[in-house]
Structures are given as structure tokens and as C-alpha cells.
């Protein structure tokens, strides 16, 4: 048995071709939906990232705020800056890059974000919606996975679970939404300190590894006919490319994907979805405008 490869590229877009064809019935009521995304400094991954957002954005007809500011920008500069965005009614998100140089807080600008805008889920507000059920942005990359289990068909209802990672970004949020009475999974949430993990992995029906380092998980450590979803980008050495490198996940692909009955490919799994609900969550703000 070998599994079904699950294709982020077209489940994204899909999504966007949704979210393009709303954004075409908003303009109607005069309204254009608009994100703003800050970049500060010029990391390369950073840069790349960003530049697959704007292009998103433009080929969702939205409106593209995004501003690149110089590594020297000061956090008061930043923080006021953010101040002007919440406070503009055409601007419906609102994103910073992150990592952010080091003399800038994350914490303090992630706090500084409006609620509202909040397009990537990470304000305190929307942690504590997404805890307790109530409506609020949900986190990108979790959201985008739920999105690619669903078109899949891979059932979670009274299923085991095992996500490994527990960041803020990926792994807590994975957790809670699949404990969500809407996916109904028994959830187990595994890190670094957890003991015999291949024990637990071997009892989930579906597993996410999102650790940022490769070959986290291996064949002996799911059980037969697992779904593997595989959050992870990695770059690892390889001479016969071109860049001196290709891109792995955090599971060995090649040998999982001969056990699970479903596995996102790395790249072209999860990461295209990432993409594809940041601008769905713009949408859905500028949607929340129209009928407040």
C-alpha cells in the first residue's frame, strides 16, 4: 500500500479561487478588501514569504498595503505605524513578518495588532476565541490543514490524534481545533519532553509532526493506514540541485508514505494552504466590515 498523496497546491487553490470570486461581489458594494503586510529588515525567507502573500493578494483582486522597512527601524516606529493601520477603515488585516530583528518585541507588536485585523490569529483575543469556540481568526496554517483533512475525506470524528509540536503558531492551536466538537478527535499533544513517542504515534489515526527538524517521524512510528500530515520545511544539503539544497519535511517521506493510507508532500502540502487562508481571514475582516 502506498498513500494518497494529498495536493495542497490545488486544495489552495481552490480556496482562492472562492475567496477571489467574493472579493468580485464585494468590490459590487463598493467595498475592496485590504491587507497590509510589514516586512522589516531583508531575511531572505522572510522576503520570500512575503512575496508569496502579495502575489496572492493580487490575484485575489485585493487591495496590497504591504510596506518594507529598513532592519534599523525602531520598535516605536513600528508600534506606531501599526497604530495607523488599525486606525485606517480601509485596511480590513494586518500582518507583520516575523522573525523581527532582535531590538523589537514580537510580543509587544503581536499585541499591538487590533483584534480585529488580525488576519493571522495570534493576538491574545483570538488565542482565547479559538480556546473557548467563539468566533475569531484562526491560525493560518492549523486552519489550512483542517481545510486539507476535510477535502481529503480523512474522518476525525472519535479518532486519535497525535500532533508533535507544541508552538504557538502551529502545534497548540493544531491541537485545539481538532478537539473542537466540529472534528470531535481525541487529541494528544507531544514535545520534546515526552517520553517513548513512538508508543503514542503508534496508536493515532492521524498524526501531525510540526518540530522543524527532519526525519522527526519514521515509518515504525505510525501504525498501518495513518493519515500523516507533515507541517515541516526543511532545507538539507543536496549537490545535484541547482541551489545546493532541496526542501524535507519533518517525516521520511519516502518510507511513511509506503505505511499511511494519506501524506501531505513537502513542498506542495501545507505550506500553499498557509497562503491561501491568510487571505481567506482577509476576506472574512472586510466581510465582518460590511455587516457591522
Do not use: W
Not at 194 to 217: F, M, S, Y
Not at 241 to 249: N, Q, T, Y
Amino acid at each position: 500500500m502506498s498513500a494518497i498523496i494529498i495536493d495542497g497546491k490545488a486544495v489552495a487553490a481552490e480556496v482562492k479561487a472562492d475567496v477571489a470570486a467574493k472579493v468580485a461581489a464585494l468590490k459590487e458594494k463598493g467595498v475592496v478588501p485590504c491587507l497590509a503586510v510589514i516586512l522589516v529588515g531583508n531575511n531572505p525567507a522572510s522576503v520570500s514569504y512575503v512575496t508569496g502573500k502579495r502575489k496572492a493578494l493580487a490575484e485575489a483582486g485585493m487591495a496590497d498595503r504591504s510596506l518594507e522597512l529598513p532592519e534599523s527601524t525602531t520598535e516605536k516606529e513600528l508600534l506606531e505605524l501599526i497604530e495607523k493601520l488599525n486606525a485606517d477603515p480601509t485596511v480590513h488585516g494586518i500582518l507583520v513578518q516575523l522573525p523581527l530583528p532582535k531590538h523589537i518585541s514580537e510580543e509587544k507588536v503581536t499585541f499591538a495588532i487590533a483584534p480585529e485585523k488580525d488576519v493571522d490569529g495570534f493576538h491574545p483575543v483570538n488565542v482565547g476565541n479559538l480556546v473557548t469556540g467563539r468566533k475569531g481568526f484562526l491560525p493560518c496554517t492549523p486552519n489550512g490543514i483542517t481545510v486539507l483533512l476535510k477535502k481529503a475525506g480523512i474522518e476525525t470524528d472519535g479518532k486519535r490524534a497525535v500532533v508533535i509540536g507544541r508552538s504557538n503558531i502551529v502545534g497548540k492551536p493544531m491541537a485545539l481545533l481538532l478537539s473542537r466538537r466540529e472534528f470531535n478527535a481525541t487529541v494528544t499533544l507531544c514535545h520534546t519532553g515526552t517520553k517513548n513517542l513512538a508508543e503514542i504515534t503508534r496508536q493515532a489515526d492521524i498524526v501531525v509532526v510540526c518540530t522543524g527538524h527532519p526525519n522527526t517521524l519514521t515509518a515504525d512510528m505510525i501504525k498501518e493506514g495513518a493519515a500523516v500530515i507533515d507541517v515541516g520545511v526543511n532545507r538539507i544539503p543536496d549537490a545535484s540541485k541547482k541551489s545546493g539544497f532541496r526542501l524535507v519535511g519533518d517525516c521520511d517521506f519516502e518510507s511513511v508514505k509506503e505505511k499511511a493510507s494519506f501524506i501531505t508532500p513537502v513542498p506542495g502540502g501545507v505550506g500553499p494552504m498557509t497562503i491561501a487562508m491568510l487571505i481567506y481571514n482577509t476576506l472574512e475582516s472586510a466581510e465582518r466590515k460590511v455587516e457591522s
